[in-house]
Nanobody, 128 residues
């Protein structure tokens, strides 16, 4: 069973950058597809980005495409979300999620229901 712990959140001014990390415990991390989601107060948990277990395939929400980059280091059991050109509307709690699956990326992995393991979340606040 993989357990996930996010870090790297904080307060940043609009236009700034943050890098979130999600550290995973467990020996099967390298066979997990990983995703980042975010949830603002009173709103649904929305898809941000996902990466296949080999790192060869990625997917992004339209709202973050070109600004955010998802990556992973299977040797360190860690997935990252580099966030650049941050906007106030990016403010939310960011969650990483994982699921042991095939090495690929489809629209299915944009759904919260695709993942069976979740971290506790890390707060990102972007001031204007």
């Amino acid at each position: 069973q993989v357990q996930l712990v996010e870090s790297g959140g904080g307060l940043v001014q609009a236009g700034g950058s943050l890098r979130l990390s999600c550290a995973a415990s467990g020996r099967t991390f390298s066979s997990h597809a990983m995703g980042w989601f975010r949830q603002a107060p009173g709103k649904d948990r929305d898809f941000v980005a996902a990466i296949s277990w080999s790192g060869g395939s990625t997917a992004y929400a339209d709202s973050v495409k070109g600004r955010f980059t998802i990556s992973r280091d299977n040797a360190k059991n860690t997935v990252y979300l580099q966030m650049n050109s941050l906007k106030p509307e990016d403010s939310a709690v960011y969650y990483c999620a994982g699921r042991r699956t095939f090495d690929g990326m489809t629209a299915y992995f944009r759904r919260t229901s695709a993942y069976d393991t979740w971290g506790q979340g890390t707060q990102v606040t972007v001031s204007s």
